[in-house]
Every structure is written in C-alpha cells, then in structure tokens.
C-alpha cells in the first residue's frame, strides 16, 4: 500500500512589520513636537535630545514613533539612544525616574575636593521619590570642584545646603552668560581677517604659512600642526566639511568652555577662515551637553551672523553631545554627528579623506581656531617667542586640585608643573606639600614631585611614560590616596569605554579589579597594559593604563607606606 502523502500546510503571511506596533497617540505627539524638523538621520541625537528635554525621559513607545517619524530601523535608533549617557530610556513596564536629576560629578578633581561624601549626603538628605542623586563624569568645572548639577543649573564648590537652596528656589536652568556681542566684537576689530580672506586681500596660503612660523598646533590633544592638516583636506576634492571638537571630556580639561565664554565671536571668526581655508560646504561645532548655557550662547551668536548676512542660514551647524567621552576622538564624534553611536572608525581611510558623510574633513579643536585672529593681528613672533626652556608659543593649562588658584592660566609652552604652580597658581593649597601630577587629564599619565622640572608641551613628556595631551593639569598632594586615584581613573575609562574592542572594554574592567586586589601584581598589570595599548582600536583603550603604569613606575615606595603590596616582576614585594 502507498502512504498518503502529507501535502504542508503554507504558512499565514505575517500582518505589517516586525516588532510591536507603533502607538498611533505617540507618533501624533512626536509629530507636532518635531514638527517641521528634518529627517535625516544625521538628526536622530538632536530629535533624542528634544524628547528628553520635554518629557524627562524617552520611553520605547516615543522611541518606536520616533523611529517610525524617521522612517529608521526601532534597532537603529535604540542602539544610538541606549549608547549616551544623557537619555533616560524607560521600558513599557518600567516607571519614569524622578522628574529631577541631580548629578554629582565624581572626576578626580571633584573626588579631591569631597565629592564622595557629598553624593553621600545628598542621597541620604534628598526624597528619592522627586529627586533622583546619580554621579557623573567630568563636568567642565574643575576649578570649582566639587560641582553638582541641579537639572541644568551647575553648582561650584557645592554643598548639601547649596544644592537644597537651589531645589527650593526651584532654579534649575543654566546660569546666563554675559558675553560680548557682534557689535561690540566687530567694534575691536573683529572679523576684519575673515572678510579681507573674503576680498581677496589675503590669501588662506598666506594664513597657512602664518600658522605654520607660529608653531600652531591642534590643541585638544594630538598636537597635529594646523596648517598641515588644512593642507591634507585641501588636496582632497569637494565638497568637503569642518567640524569643530567642543567636546572636551578629559577629565580636568575646561579651557574650551572658559574660551566659549569670553569671546565666541573669535571662536566663530577663526572657525570660518578655517572653513573658507578649506572651502567647506558647512560647519559642524559639536558642543558638550554639559554646557548647556554655551549652547544658548553659541545658538545667538550664530544667529548674529546670520542677520548681518556674515554667513548664510544653516551654514554653522550647532550639534549637541549626550554624554559620552569617547566622542572626543574624531571619528566617533563623525560618528555621532551621523546619528549613530559614537564608535571609533578603523583607520584608515582617515577623516580627512572620508570623514563627515563619508567626505574629506577637517576636524579641529575649539582652542586651535581660537588663536587664528590674534595670530594674525599680532603675528607669528609674538605666539612664537612666547615659550620657555627651548619651546615655542603659549598653552592653555587647565589646572585642578591642590594649588590655591586653580583655573585656566595662559602661559608659556614649555613651562614646568613647578613654575606654573608658584606663578600662575598661588603655589600649593595650604597644607599640602606636591607628591604627583597629572599633565594631560586623566589619559596623560601621572608623574612624581622630582619630575615637577620637565617643561609641560608636546613631544617632552613621552620618554617618561606621558602626554600634554589638552594640557590638563592635576595637581595631588602627599595627603592623597594614590589608589584611590587610580581607581578614579580606571573606573572612568572602564565606563566610557564605547565597548566595540575587546582589549578596552575587557581590559578597563580586568585592571579596575587588580586595583581593588590587596596586592597588586606587577607583571600581570604591565602585561594587559601592553595588550590594551597594542591592540585596542583608539586612544581610550591605548592610554586607560597610562596612570597604573605611572604609578607601578614612579610610586614603589609611595603605595607601600599607603598600605599597598605590590608584587614586583620578579615575585618579590
């Protein structure tokens, strides 16, 4: 006899697409908040941020919608949201956090200023259900430590009954920044360089070869020179784009945010001789979410330009961060103004060659472009001549921690932690004595007091296992725990980490955990230091192990009397 044969049943096509259905309440509400707004998909962190600004959070159903709005994968847009620090995603069955955030930096510079004790007392003192006390990283305020932010209002040298001032007078946005306008710039003599370069009375070569005698360099960490990298964009072909870094999330750095206040007129003129240099087709300024009153600030002034016809509409771009330290290296920070997660690009190709929207680009650092008016109305001998013990032109040395002025000090490239502390800062805070130093924020390593003599500038500090990098200056005293700064330290990088490589993102995690170890093992910390230097993608993972090995070099004896054992290469202690 013959089986019956078993004909398969066809499966019922699916109704619509994959995943839950977008509410049709929430895409209404997305829609008239974004309004007339584009979407593209470089506009995803602008229109996160625009939901978390409204609603305190952004829950999945507004996530759907919004991906929905975009017309983007929901995957798309949960991996850029969920990647920042700064939106608070709430699932469907989860309830919102408190409608105020308070957030307590825990930077080193805030750590040596008491900032453990303070998120302790303000997570005792404060209602958990209206208020919610979380820590931060770096805020940009380092001079002030310890800083708090009640919502968007930052407080320095903050207190317990400082932040409950602040929650009572329910002042909760940025402070106003007082800062000089068009008119009053244009009436000293600003943006005269801008339209001679328009005029033709001068030429971006002849600018070029100014910045080069001047010995201008990228001044938010690698130390490229200026006119060489507006050289390696030019020789690529159009259109292409400038892109300024204003994200400086080194821990210790805020020379960015006090040059943004003073005058960003000149930061804007330098920008657009940088752009006219390279003949960009736009502008891009990425501004830190931690600066909240610089983006009101920077949003004006823009718009200044714009009325007196200096620029046209929409040709300076102002993008907001979300709070991620890795968007400091320059193909993350692409990354995240394409509305992606901020993850490092292999390289190469390089950004100058396929940068924003996948076009040559120039990337440079707010500080750098800031230099380019008075360069050329002072000239090149005049920044040149500036440096000491054999270096060249001037620095903007963010300094912290155990000095009595701490602050932005403009002073001589090439000056010594020794000479820049008496000088510039008042000499140590009273009774501390100098035991170590940070020159380059928390990725340039750490030296000793018997090291205070080497001149602080590019290329001097790197046979002693460190980097100027953007010139942040940590200073530690001898009443200081030198592993709870490397914890500090470590914990930072571990959790700014964008995660894509192993040797970061395992590694960061691997050496927080030998630091909390009674004995720490020598060879094995240097061993996965190598590992993450040799094989991580960018700079995070290569210098996260730089203050461990600075102290493992420099401190034997120093952890010793602190009570930590260290077992040295050869098994002893």
Not at 306 to 327: K, N, Q, S, T, V
Not at 353 to 366: D, I
Not at 453 to 481: K, M, N, R, Y
Not at 508 to 526: G, S, V
Request: aromatic share 6%; charged share 20%.
């Amino acid at each position: 006899m013959t089986e019956p044969t078993t004909v398969p049943q066809r499966r019922q096509s699916r109704r619509g697409p994959r995943g839950r259905p977008v509410d049709p309440q929430a895409l209404a509400t997305v829609s008239a908040l974004l309004g007339g707004r584009s979407r593209s998909r470089d506009m995803l962190i602008e229109h996160l941020h625009h939901l978390q600004d409204h609603f305190g959070h952004i829950t999945l159903t507004h996530l759907r919608a919004l991906a929905a709005w975009m017309n983007l994968p929901m995957a798309a847009v949960y991996e850029t949201a969920s990647f920042y620090a700064h939106f608070d995603l709430v699932r469907d069955d989860e309830a919102p956090p408190p409608a105020l955030t308070v957030r307590v930096c825990d930077s080193l510079s805030c750590q040596l200023a008491g900032a453990q004790a303070l998120h302790a007392a303000l997570a005792d003192g404060l209602a958990a259900s209206s208020v919610r006390v979380v820590r931060a990283p770096c805020m940009g305020r380092c001079d002030v430590a310890p800083v708090v932010a009640v919502g968007h209002r930052h407080l320095g040298h903050a207190s317990p009954a400082g932040v409950r001032a602040l929650l009572e007078a329910g002042t909760v946005v940025p402070e106003p920044i007082d800062w000089p306008r068009l008119a009053s710039y244009c009436a000293d003599g600003g943006y005269r360089l801008l339209l001679a370069l328009r005029a033709g009375e001068i030429t971006a070569d002849a600018i070029g070869d100014l910045l080069k005698q001047a010995g201008l360099r990228g001044l938010g960490g690698a130390g490229f020179p200026t006119w060489r990298k507006w050289q390696a964009v030019r020789a690529e072909p159009a259109p292409r784009y400038l892109v300024v870094n204003a994200d400086e999330g080194e821990p210790g750095t805020f020379k960015d945010r006090y040059y943004l206040e003073q005058s960003p007129h000149q930061f804007l003129e330098g920008t657009l001789i940088s752009a006219a240099a390279i003949d960009a087709a736009a502008a891009y300024i990425y501004l830190r979410d931690e600066y909240p009153g610089l983006h009101v600030v920077l949003q004006e002034a823009i718009a200044e330009l714009e009325a007196a016809g200096l620029i046209a509409p929409g040709f300076i771009a102002l993008r907001r961060g979300a709070g991620a330290y890795i968007c400091g290296e320059e193909s993350a920070l692409i990354e995240s103004l394409e509305g992606k997660p901020g993850k490092p690009r292999h390289r190469p190709p390089f950004v100058a060659q396929v940068g924003l929207f996948g076009r040559p680009t120039l990337v440079s650092n707010v500080e750098t472009v800031f230099w380019i008016p008075p360069l050329q109305a002072r000239g090149a001998d005049w920044f040149a001549r500036q440096g000491r013990h054999g270096r060249s032109g001037v620095r903007s040395y963010s300094v912290s921690g155990r000095v009595r002025r701490p602050g932005v000090h403009v002073a001589p490239a090439g000056i010594t932690l020794r000479e820049l502390v008496d000088e510039f800062c008042g000499g140590m805070a009273n009774g501390h004595t100098l035991l170590a130093y940070l020159p380059g924020g928390a990725s340039g390593g750490i030296l000793p007091a018997r090291l205070a003599d080497i001149p602080l500038d590019f290329d001097t500090l790197q046979p002693h296992g460190c980097f100027i990098g953007s010139a942040a200056i940590i200073v530690i005293s001898e009443q200081d725990d030198l592993r709870a700064v490397a914890r500090n330290l470590m914990a930072f990088f571990a959790d700014e980490s964008c995660g894509q490589c192993t040797p970061c993102r395992v590694g960061t995690e691997k050496m927080l955990a030998m630091l909390d170890q009674p004995e720490w093992d020598a060879a094995l910390m240097r061993r996965l230091a190598q590992v993450m230097q040799d094989a991580s993608i960018c700079g995070l993972g290569q210098a996260a192990p730089n203050p461990v090995l600075g102290l493992l070099t420099h401190f034997p004896v120093v952890l010793a009397q602190q009570g930590v054992a260290v077992r040295n290469e050869a098994g002893a202690r």
